[in-house]
């Protein structure tokens, strides 16, 4: 939700997206299986990349 609003509906797998996550907190981020669980997880980009991906992390 933002401002109130729903702005996807699904599992946690399908909405938990970089493009949501940042459409929705302004966060530049990627998304990854956690090693554990297997849920999404979010990864916020390093301010000192200036947002930039590692490769490793895709």
Request: glycine share 10%; proline share 10%.
């Amino acid at each position: 939700m933002k401002a109130g609003q729903k702005i996807a509906e699904g599992t946690p797998e399908e909405i938990v997206t970089a493009e949501n996550v940042e459409r929705v907190f302004g966060l530049r981020c990627v998304v990854i299986p956690d090693p554990l669980t297997g849920s999404p997880m979010v990864v916020p980009h390093s301010a000192a990349t200036g947002g930039e991906q590692r490769p490793d992390l895709r």
